[in-house]
């Protein structure tokens, strides 16, 4: 039975058997019988990992150690407020600082991103309003069909599996899925890693 720990753009975290191409973390969320609590928030530096580094071996969710999540890529990631860790991507997490108009400690910036993607007390996504014809490609939005990673003039659905038939993007007010931080970052050049 596959474990509680794959994340959607829209935050959820499902079980679900499909492996995901990042890892995530952010804090202990499972108890000693390795599923998840109420608990989702634990701390507001949510990092997006890769799966392989330094020759590192886990066991997911053992007792008293952080929760392994998994993405399916990295707009999925970013989509659900997770932002590229500094020590296995640490490149990636200087571009993305970069390209996000961040400068001093990362602190200030995941207290940024946490305020963008949560709703206080309430553990849910923090969703905004904007024209679809002005998201940078990376961000997801929602749409009849669900959660949707916006690529050129080209929306493509999302599923645990992956990504069904683009259709064209749509035109007016959206709602967006990708915290406004994180979309600052994409207009500026960051590309995340996408896997379709």
């Known amino acids: 039975m596959p474990l509680q720990n794959r994340v959607q753009?829209?935050?959820?975290i499902l079980a679900h058997p499909a492996r995901g191409a990042f890892l995530g973390n952010r804090g202990v969320l499972h108890d000693d019988q390795r599923q998840l609590g109420k608990a989702r928030w634990k701390h507001k530096a949510w990092v997006c990992c890769v799966t392989r580094f330094k020759g590192r071996?886990?066991?997911?969710?053992t007792p008293n150690r952080y929760t392994e999540l998994f993405f399916h890529d990295e707009a999925v990631a970013l989509a659900a407020?997770?932002?590229?860790?500094?020590?296995?991507?640490r490149s990636d997490f200087f571009a993305f600082l970069d390209a996000a108009g961040h400068e001093g400690k990362v602190g200030a910036f995941d207290a940024e991103l946490h305020a963008a993607r949560a709703v206080p007390r309430v553990f849910r996504q923090r969703r905004?309003?904007?024209?679809?014809?002005?998201l940078p490609d990376g961000a997801f939005v929602m749409t009849e069909q669900g959660a949707a990673l916006i690529s050129g003039d080209a929306v493509f659905p999302f599923s645990p599996t992956g990504y069904s038939a683009a259709f064209k993007?749509?035109?007016g007010a959206v709602t967006v899925l990708t915290p406004a931080p994180t979309l600052t970052a994409l207009r500026n050049g960051y590309l995340p890693?996408?896997?379709r």
């Open 169 to 171: 993007r749509p035109f």
């Open 193 to 195: 890693r996408i896997v």
């Open 57 to 61: 071996r886990r066991v997911p969710m």
């Open 81 to 89: 407020g997770h932002r590229p860790c500094c020590e296995c991507r």
């Open 9 to 12: 753009p829209t935050g959820e």
């Open 128 to 134: 905004h309003e904007a024209m679809a014809q002005d």
